[in-house]
């Protein structure tokens, strides 16, 4: 199983990025996918999850300003980033929570991370 993560990139305060994040190889179910990230000198923290049926959680910090979505027909789950602003520069990783082959356990399962920085 791999998670590969797309979308980072530089833009300016006040700008908008999408990331996306494709689970990839023997799945059999994916449970909750999440964004999580890490500034500079900072821990990981987590920014935004969904359940499989859509129910959806955000940090206080980004709440208003991001939207968490997926495609469970394409394992696949985004991160709209609006509003950005020079804080929301972080390094930033998908995971997801899966069940590879039925009756199974279940997994976590880490992307490579995408770098989005925010900078005039």
């Known amino acids: 199983v791999q998670l590969q993560a797309s979308g980072g990139g530089l833009v300016q305060p006040g700008g908008s990025l999408r990331l996306s994040c494709v689970a990839s190889?023997?799945?059999?179910?994916?449970?909750?996918m999440a964004w999580h990230r890490q500034a500079p000198g900072k821990q990981r923290e987590l920014v935004a999850y969904?359940?499989?049926?859509?129910?959806?959680n955000y940090a206080d910090s980004v709440k208003g300003r991001f939207t968490i979505s997926r495609d469970n027909a394409e394992n696949t789950v985004y991160l709209q980033m609006d509003s950005l602003k020079p804080e929301d520069t972080a390094v930033y990783y998908c995971?997801?929570?899966?069940?590879?082959?039925?009756?199974?356990?279940?997994?976590?399962?880490w992307g490579q991370g995408t770098l989005v920085t925010v900078s005039s």
């Open positions: 995971a997801a929570d899966l069940i590879r082959v039925y009756g199974s356990q279940r997994e976590n399962y």
């Open positions: 190889g023997s799945i059999f179910r994916i449970n909750a």
């Open positions: 969904i359940t499989s049926g859509g129910s959806t």
